[in-house]
């Protein structure tokens, strides 16, 4: 007997969402999460050679690039509406010291090792550089802030849900940085940089302007739906209970920034923290990420599985012994020795500062910003950099999964019990 495909997608489909909602519950107490099992699944079931398809971002590399970009910027609408910390320069030390200071050494640091232990042309060392050094706000809900207004948000978590929110977009100037070194490569050879009036029109275009833009873009937008949503007489959105409005702010307030030539990614986060600053204790905020975060996790897993796939028919085929070893130095030696560097000083526990040195996941971000360099770049064979990408991603994805739970546990204590019924009520 003929299975008919489409009968068979939707059995699959519903398979995959029963898995998303059950499963963040049944991992609660163990040392796994959601992102381990999506990639297990993917490599199992496109080992068997059942499926015809090969998801090879190599191959569908505009797909890529437009599903991860998809699932990044819905994960930052959620990520900035549960931050209750009002934002400022004092109580935002540890955000302003990662953005500031860990993330170029981090790229400086991914650039070196590209170029001097991987033998990697500039111009692609550095597009490595600036993909892996963003952390993940799609794959780091298990060392993130709770919903809003439940008060799980000590300072390791707050660190590493505003860095993630704002990293994302501030990396994007060095992704065109890359594309400027692989321009200039393409005309002199692989060693060229780039003309000083190129640099110049990088930093004032693609650095100052595109940066201003997106913030105020983001806020901009962000005062206008707080006025719609808890303030416009009569029909106001909050009255709605509808969390569908933030994918609606999600769409627009990147459409728009894009538009205007600044950072889509940066510009949602700041509108999502804008909004969230409109009657910050109000519940509809809470509705609003709820909807993010069910969303999210459906286009993760498709995502993931997807990775798995990849995985499964060759991804790591172009791996050598020097490559795992430079993903090995990049997860445990220069993103820790950069965030603890830039934690200096700050009134932390140690415990406390290399946690947040230590947890800085990398994910679906690396992946879209890889995808977009090799779409809007000359850089010759994308293989190994894929395959170097993705083996980051897959350590992280297991190192960071499998220790966030017991380290967060380390300094939280055991999760607390909830009411039966409901998952949100603490006995």
């Known amino acids: 007997m003929t299975l008919d495909p489409y009968l068979l997608f939707?059995?699959?489909?519903?398979?995959?969402?029963?898995?998303?909602?059950?499963?963040?519950?049944?991992?609660r107490s163990l040392p796994l999460t959601l992102a381990i099992i999506c990639v297990g699944v993917g490599v199992a079931v496109f080992a068997t050679g059942a499926l015809a398809f090969e998801p090879d971002p190599r191959t569908y590399d505009t797909?890529?690039?437009?599903?991860?970009?998809m699932v990044v910027i819905i994960a930052?609408?959620?990520?900035?509406?549960?931050?209750?910390?009002?934002?400022?320069w004092r109580s935002w030390t540890s955000t302003w010291r990662l953005l500031l200071i860990a993330m170029p050494i981090t790229i400086l640091g991914v650039t070196l090792l590209g170029v001097g232990w991987l033998g990697l042309p500039l111009a692609l060392a550095l597009l490595l550089g600036a993909a892996l050094a963003p952390t993940d706000p799609v794959l780091a809900a298990d060392v993130q802030v709770g919903p809003p207004a439940t008060g799980e948000e000590n300072e390791v978590r707050f660190a590493l849900t505003s860095e993630a929110g704002l990293n994302d977009g501030l990396a994007f100037p060095f992704v065109h940085l890359a594309l400027s070194f692989a321009a200039a490569a393409s005309l002199a050879g692989?060693?060229?940089?780039?003309?000083?009036?190129?640099?110049?029109?990088?930093?004032?275009?693609?650095?100052?302007?595109?940066?201003?833009?997106?913030?105020?873009?983001?806020?901009?937008?962000?005062?206008?739906l707080g006025w719609l949503t808890f303030d416009l007489p009569r029909v106001r959105l909050s009255a709605t209970g509808d969390g569908l409005v933030a994918l609606g702010a999600t769409f627009v307030t990147y459409g728009l920034a894009e538009f205007a030539h600044g950072y889509g990614f940066l510009a949602v986060f700041v509108a999502a923290l804008t909004l969230r600053s409109r009657e910050r204790d109000h519940e509809y905020h809470r509705a609003l990420h709820d909807f993010a975060e069910?969303?999210?996790r459906l286009l993760i897993m498709l995502v993931l599985v997807l990775f798995g796939g990849a995985i499964a028919q060759g991804l790591f085929a172009s791996l050598t012994?020097?490559?795992?070893?430079?993903?090995?130095?990049?997860?445990?030696?220069?993103?820790?020795?950069?965030?603890r560097l830039c934690l200096l000083g700050v009134g932390q526990s140690p415990r406390d500062r290399w946690l947040i040195a230590f947890l800085g996941i990398r994910g679906i971000g690396s992946f879209y910003y890889v995808a977009y360099g090799i779409n809007h770049g000359d850089f010759g064979s994308?293989?190994?950099?894929?395959?170097?990408?993705?083996?980051?991603?897959?350590?992280?994805?297991?190192?960071?999964?499998?220790?966030?739970t017991p380290l967060m546990r380390l300094i939280e204590g055991p999760p607390p019990l909830r009411r039966q019924g409901d998952p949100n009520v603490v006995e």
């Open 10 to 27: 939707l059995f699959g489909l519903g398979l995959v969402i029963l898995m998303i909602a059950w499963l963040p519950l049944a991992l």
């Open 294 to 296: 069910q969303v999210e």
């Open 63 to 69: 797909l890529t690039e437009r599903l991860t970009e």
């Open 382 to 404: 994308s293989e190994r950099l894929w395959a170097i990408t993705g083996l980051v991603v897959l350590m992280s994805i297991l190192l960071h999964g499998m220790a966030a």
């Open 321 to 339: 012994w020097i490559d795992v070893v430079g993903a090995l130095v990049i997860l445990l030696v220069i993103r820790p020795l950069a965030g």
């Open 190 to 224: 692989p060693d060229a940089w780039p003309a000083p009036g190129e640099l110049l029109h990088w930093f004032a275009m693609d650095f100052v302007w595109r940066i201003a833009a997106g913030v105020a873009v983001g806020w901009l937008i962000g005062r206008g």
């Open 76 to 88: 930052l609408m959620g990520a900035g509406v549960k931050i209750d910390r009002p934002i400022g």
